[in-house]
């Protein structure tokens, strides 16, 4: 039987593990299979995962690696989304702490929360920066959107039997 | 004597008779060249040579089948080794054959660029991004590489540009992403023009070009060049003009553009470090 101490080392690698092969997948993986035309979103569900099971300390903790991870995907400075997801974490795992209950019906709700977040993030970023036509913006956030819920099941349960350890 | 004679008498005598028979068989089979005896044995032991035989047979085989099988696998090894060493070489000559084809090409691009330098570069990955289009390249600053620096492919189109740099790797940022803004122009008209990306335009491989000069005569299927600058190289092909599009007023006229590379399935690129600035 392990220790408490034991337990949260073996919990911190696995959770570091998860995170790395899910960069991978979004990067390498789902980069190249599109569906309607848009990639997929991967990072942001464990983001949200590691919040509801373990609250918002290390939920934070978690989006500030993860948000790291996403902003090199994007080819991008280590600014934006290291921020946006540290600070979506720590209100998961806040809300999970006082509000929520630590089971699917609350992650599948809080994912499908930040994935619109993030889409707006997005859209809005565009709107401001580009001359992008809005009606093309909102076509690519939903399809984005719609596409990253489908593997809201999947990623469930890894984080889920983590969570557990 | 007498006792022993009464006891076995009868047996020697049987066993003598049995003798003479014998012996006569064999000397009449020596006169007619006919061995009955032995045939008559071997009748007899037939079936027992049969089984033995087939025992022996059995035992021969399992043998020879071990010692098949062990030769066998070890020539199964061998060639599985040799496959897998031609295989690799296979691969190699593959590589190779692709890498000598593109340098061909660039060969062809370059006698008309006598001035430009490259450093071949390998894409390491795309951009997770659905708002934008670049990649990740292997080579950087130590390589030569510099910010801005032009990139193309094998037949010299122009791919993109050097966006961010660092020691070993670089972010090269594509055409028809939305910040990409280029100074270009017709290969049939001197006047300039701006290409710059669009977002609604960006999937499919596409561009506009603005600020088309009033009296311009361009037309589908006009090369669209870069018109040269500080930062870029005169004449790198962009891509060919797909569509017109005429505002009423006439100032907001602008050509749709096909770029002339194609960024599926693009791995190896060269980015353009020096070049000679015409004018």
Known sequence: ?165 | MRDFIKKKGIWIGIVAIVIALIAAVSAFAGFSNRDSVSGAANFAMGPFKSAASSVVGVFENIYSRMYAYDKLKAENDELKAKVAKYENEYRDYMELSQENSDLKALLGFSESHTDFTYEPALISSWSASNWSSSFVINKGANDGVELGDSVIDKNGYLVGRVSSLAETNSTVTTVVDTKSRISAGVYTNTDPAMAQGDFSLMREGKLKLMYLPQDSNIAREDIVLTAGSNSIPEGLIIGYVEDICLSVSGLDDYAIIKIAASLNGLKNVYVITEYEIVG
């Open chain 1, 1 to 165: 039987m392990l220790n408490v101490r034991h337990r949260r080392a073996v919990k911190v690698l696995l959770y570091a593990i998860t995170l790395i092969i899910i960069y991978l997948l979004q990067t390498f993986v789902f980069a190249e299979i599109r569906l309607l035309c848009v990639k997929p979103l991967l990072i942001p569900l464990a983001v949200v995962g590691v919040a509801i099971f373990e609250g918002s300390m290390a939920g934070g903790v978690f989006g500030i690696f993860a948000g790291m991870l996403f902003d090199i995907s994007y080819s991008q400075p280590l600014i934006e989304y290291t921020i946006l997801f540290t600070l979506l974490g720590i209100v998961i795992g806040l809300l999970s702490d006082y509000v929520l209950s630590r089971r699917f019906p609350s992650y599948l709700l809080c994912c499908v929360i930040v994935l619109i977040i993030i889409a707006a993030v997005q859209v809005l970023g565009m709107a401001l920066f580009s001359d992008a036509e809005m009606s093309d913006l909102i076509d690519v956030a939903w399809k984005q959107t719609v596409y990253s819920i489908i593997f809201i099941l999947p990623l469930y349960f890894p984080v889920k039997a983590i969570g557990r350890i």
